[in-house]
């Protein structure tokens, strides 16, 4: 490794953009290692989940450090304690590789020069005039939480027309909006955080109406029914959106109000590879208009499995993923046990790729049966989270538990692929001591990386006892167990 060209070296740093703690590790190997990394990690140094803002100061100090001398003089008679360093003694023009901005981090980081609001905002706004100038271009702004009027600044024009990704909220006033629109036409992912006590959507609709390289769309909204703002808003929105539907390949709504609109709308959207949203609300024969032959990422509310049926075979082939939100039992009174029939001979008809997968089901023999095939069609079965429900919950015992569990494991015992790395499990069965060993008997030389689930029993001694010897003879990297939300939430590792 320490012969690598800067070049290969650079290669090798882009797929670890997102790892901060490899990439500081990597500074530390010699000048050359960290001359190719800094400008990685200045790229977008506010994106790193594991580093908390408000206490860095040497990002502060070195914000700061740029600054004019004469800001910087009027700023401290304002009693705002800026660091004594100079640019010139920076071992690298850091700020000269961002081209990023987060607001709320900008916040954090403020705070450390004042505790007073309109110091810090007095700061915020030489920070972002400084930004304007020094960066060569803008590509992302998370804008939540915004109160400067920032494409307002004289060289903002010539830094957003290079804007590639926005985060905004719509709790911020329309005039944001309408200011991005004028300069931001060519944004490809925009994620939109609704709020539904927004009186004016006018701005965001205008925003996405000019468009014209769209191909990533995330609305989410608190969807508490009594902040429903009107549903012509989301029309509007959707309207909008519209006008990209040729080039959007990455569609996620998650909001409870959508899907009693525009049925006509989402058959448009067929270069597709991911979609998150429900139709709950649409008939099987405007399900069917919704053909999605690219679609690789499929996640849809728990109680859509109809829908979710229609458009996996109508658009199953090329699917790598099938996620599924939570469930609350008492909404499986007439239909759960065909629908979810239905759905799991689906994903073995119709999704041969599948890697990643989300089922529920109650434990009858029929749906034992469609997940056997499932695991002996679905090869590249990788990760599995399986809920069974059992919709005679008011007369089930803990022996029931028990006996629900002991079949689930035959099946997978006999049926599981060697390529599944992850499995998680939730719902009303609880896996005998004796059937567990035997399933992870049948495990070994597959290495499995983790298995999760929601049932505190497993947490009792001979559980633990037994858990951890097939830890230790490699079986299993990892045995969790964790709340329901964690995980069924497939895109969570606890």
Request: hydrophobic content about 40%.
């Amino acid at each position: 490794m320490s012969k690598l060209n800067k070049d290969i070296l650079y290669l090798i740093f882009e797929e670890l953009q997102d790892d901060s703690k490899s990439l500081f590790s990597c500074l530390m190997v010699n000048r050359l290692w960290c001359e190719t990394v800094i400008p990685i990690l200045w790229r977008n140094p506010w994106s790193y989940n594991d580093i908390n803002y408000d206490n860095k100061s040497y990002l502060f100090a070195i914000i700061a450090s740029y600054l004019p001398n004469d800001i910087k003089e009027f700023l401290t008679r304002r009693g705002i304690q800026l660091p004594l360093v100079s640019c010139q003694t920076l071992l690298f023009d850091y700020m000269s590789f961002c081209s990023s901005i987060n607001v709320n981090n900008i916040s954090d980081i403020t705070f450390i020069g004042s505790s007073l609001v309109y110091d810090q905002f007095l700061l915020q706004q030489e920070f972002y005039r400084f930004f304007m100038k020094k960066f060569s271009e803008l590509k992302y702004l998370d804008m939540r939480t915004i109160s400067h009027q920032i494409f307002y600044f004289p060289e903002a024009s010539l830094r957003f027309e290079s804007l590639c990704e926005l985060i905004c909220d719509t709790s911020v006033d329309s005039s944001y909006f309408y200011g991005l629109a004028q300069l931001c036409q060519y944004i490809q992912k925009l994620i939109v955080n609704g709020d539904a006590k927004a009186n004016d959507y006018h701005g965001i609709t205008e925003l996405i109406e000019v468009q014209k390289n769209l191909k990533y769309f995330e609305w989410r909204d608190d969807g508490h029914p009594s902040h429903n703002p009107g549903l012509e808003r989301y029309e509007k929105i959707l309207f909008a959106l519209e006008k990209s539907a040729n080039i959007i390949i990455h569609l996620k709504i998650f909001s409870l109000f959508h899907s009693d609109l525009s049925p006509s709308i989402f058959p448009k959207f067929h270069k597709l590879k991911t979609l998150i949203a429900n139709f709950d609300s649409y008939s099987e024969e405007q399900l069917k208009m919704c053909v999605y032959r690219d679609l690789e990422i499929f996640m849809i509310d728990h109680y859509n499995l109809k829908a979710a049926s229609i458009i996996i075979e109508n658009s199953g082939e090329n699917i790598k993923r099938i996620l599924l939100e939570s469930y609350e039992i008492e909404e499986y009174e007439n239909y759960f046990d065909e629908d979810s029939l239905i759905f799991m001979r689906n994903i073995h008809k119709f999704c041969p790729s599948i890697e990643c997968l989300s089922l529920i089901f109650p434990p009858s023999n029929e749906h034992l049966t469609e997940l056997e095939k499932i695991l002996k069609i679905c090869h590249n079965l990788k990760s599995l989270l399986l809920i069974m429900l059992d919709t005679n919950f008011d007369e089930l015992t803990h022996e029931g538990m028990l006996e629900n569990g002991e079949y689930l494991l035959e099946i997978l015992i006999s049926s599981t692929p060697i390529n599944i790395k992850e499995f998680r499990f939730c719902g009303d069965f609880v896996f005998p001591l004796e059937a567990l060993e035997k399933f992870l008997e049948t495990r070994k030389g597959c290495a499995l990386s983790m298995i999760l689930t929601s049932e505190s029993t497993y947490k009792g001694d001979d559980y633990v006892k037994l858990i951890n010897r097939y830890k230790n003879n490699g079986v299993i990297k990892d045995f969790k167990c964790g709340s329901y939300i964690n995980v069924v939430n497939m895109e969570h590792m606890i």
